[in-house]
T-cell receptor, first 116, second 114 residues
Framework: EAGVVQSPRYKIIEKKQPVAFWCNPI?????LYWYLQNLGQGPELLIRYENEEAVDDSQLPKDRFSAERLKGVDSTLKIQPAELGDSAVYLC??????????????FGPGTRLTVL | AQSVTQLDSQVPVFEEAPVELRCNYSSSVSVYLFWYVQYPNQGLQLLLKYLSGSTLVKGINGFEAEFNKSQTSFHLRKPSVHISDTAEYFC????????????FGGGTRLMVKP
C-alpha cells in the first residue's frame, strides 16, 4: 500500500513569490491534515479536511495561505506571497476516519521550503 | 487546551545503554497519548499509543512507554538502544473530545553514539 505522497520534496523560492505543495493521501483516507514544522520544533496543525470540507482552519494564516481539496482526495496548499518566515517543512498526514479517536495519522515525507 | 512538554531537547547516549525520553502534558479532559519518530528527511512514524487500559504500552523497535495520570506523564523508554535509533522523537496528545486532533511537543533528538 502506498503511503502519503507529497511533492515537491524541496522548494527554493525568493520572497514574494507564490508556491504550492501537493499531497495525495493514502487511498480511502477521508481525513487529511496539513502541518507546519519549523526547524527544531514539533508539527503544528494548519488545516484539517473531512473529505472536501475544511473543518478546522483556525491556525491557517488566511491572508497569504490557502488550501483546497476539491474532490476529497488530493490536496494543495498554497502560499502567496511567500515571506522569509515561511521557511519550514510542510507535512501532510491522513487518517481513515475521524472516529474512533486514537486513529493513527500517517505522515508524508514533507516539503522543505526555503524562502530567500 | 492541551499542551505537551518534552523536557529534553537532546539526549546523547551510548549504544546498548538504556534511554528514557520524558514527556509531560496538560489537559482538562481525558487524553490519548502518542509517540512518533522522525528520521532525517522523512515523515513521522507512529511508535506507540495509549488509548485506555494497561498503562504500560509496547511499541515498535523495542520501545515502550508508561502512562502516569497522576504525574501527567508519558515517558518513552528503551532498555538498549542501537545506532539506528538516532532520530527525533515527538510526544503528542489528543483530547478525547477532539476527534484525532494532535498537539505535539517540541521533540527530543536522540543521539546514539558508538
Amino acid at each position: 500500500e502506498a503511503g502519503v505522497v507529497q511533492s515537491p520534496r524541496y522548494k527554493i523560492i525568493e520572497k514574494k513569490q507564490p508556491v504550492a505543495f501537493w499531497c495525495n493521501p493514502i487511498s480511502g483516507h477521508n481525513t487529511l491534515y496539513w502541518y507546519l514544522q519549523n526547524l527544531g520544533q514539533g508539527p503544528e496543525l494548519l488545516i484539517r479536511y473531512e473529505n472536501e470540507e475544511a473543518v478546522d482552519d483556525s491556525q491557517l494564516p488566511k491572508d497569504r495561505f490557502s488550501a483546497e481539496r476539491l474532490k476529497g482526495v488530493d490536496s494543495t496548499l498554497k502560499i502567496q506571497p511567500a515571506e522569509l518566515g515561511d521557511s519550514a517543512v510542510y507535512l501532510c498526514a491522513s487518517t481513515a476516519t475521524p472516529q474512533p479517536v486514537g486513529n493513527e495519522q500517517f505522515f508524508g515525507p514533507g516539503t522543505r521550503l526555503t524562502v530567500l | 487546551a492541551q499542551s505537551v512538554t518534552q523536557l529534553d531537547s537532546q539526549v546523547p547516549v551510548f549504544e546498548e545503554a538504556p534511554v528514557e525520553l520524558r514527556c509531560n502534558y496538560s489537559s482538562s479532559v481525558s487524553v490519548y497519548l502518542f509517540w512518533y519518530v522522525q528520521y532525517p528527511n522523512q515523515g513521522l512514524q507512529l511508535l506507540l499509543k495509549y488509548l485506555s487500559g494497561s498503562t504500560l504500552v509496547k511499541g515498535i523497535n523495542g520501545f515502550e512507554a508508561e502512562f502516569n495520570k497522576s504525574q501527567t506523564s508519558f515517558h518513552l523508554r528503551k532498555p538498549s538502544v542501537h545506532i539506528s535509533d538516532t532520530a527525533e522523537y515527538f510526544c503528542a496528545v489528543s483530547e478525547n473530545n477532539a476527534g484525532n486532533m494532535l498537539t505535539f511537543g517540541g521533540g527530543t533528538r536522540l543521539m546514539v553514539k558508538p
